[in-house]
């Protein structure tokens, strides 16, 4: 997974957060203040930065800054309780690429990292060049051909159940926004459309549902993520 430079001076929530980002399989270095930025970046090379706002000696905005002077490329996301239109406006003027108010949770942020790297490497994850998916015990997937078969079974999708079937195991044990499947499967994140994904997923629940082991979890307001055991 991915190196996180992660700044926050609460401790208690820079505890839950740095724990919770390394169970997701994340490298994280955690520092209360952004004294010897340039020395930690340089050592550690971090993908990703996290940035609390109101921080002691310098604030996030100015932490960007320094870092952009470096690095131009690197994903930078501000967590914090400002939440007013400037404040916004000012993240992304310091260099930032999201914002995320708290109290926030660890699903989302992990969606937004999975999102932001995915824009600035070209994926955050293996994507699915393979001929053939392995989904659990029973099913094997194919992505060209349209087709979920299982030892009872060989089910030709539609196009897009066979679309965003493809999106989750390109996903697999991790979390995948809502809208990055919205606006790939159809390029457009309406309420209509949203309301015709709900379908779709509860059919691809139906086709897998021989296996206990796969499940395709709702995270309300985020995206879904696919357990496979």
Partial sequence: ?????????????????????????????????????????????????????????????????????????????????????????????????????KPFSIEELEVRIQNLLRITTGSSKLEVKRKEVSIGKYYTFYPVKHQLKSESENRTLSHKESQILELLCNNINTTTDRKEILLKVWSDDSYFNSRNLDVYIRKLRGYLSQDDKVNIMTLKGVGYHFLVE
Avoid: W
């Fill in 1 to 101: 997974m991915s190196k996180v430079l992660y700044i926050e001076d609460e401790a208690f929530l820079a505890k839950i957060v740095k724990e919770s980002l390394e169970r997701l399989g994340h490298e994280v270095i955690h520092q209360f203040d952004g004294k010897g930025i340039d020395r930690i970046y340089r050592d550690f090379a971090p993908d990703i930065c996290l940035f609390d706002i109101m921080l002691p000696y310098k604030n996030g905005y100015e932490l960007a800054k320094e870092i952009r002077q470096v690095d131009n490329k690197i994903p930078i996301i501000f967590l914090t309780a400002k939440s007013q239109t400037q404040d916004v406006v000012t993240g992304f003027e310091a260099g930032g690429n999201d914002y995320i108010k």
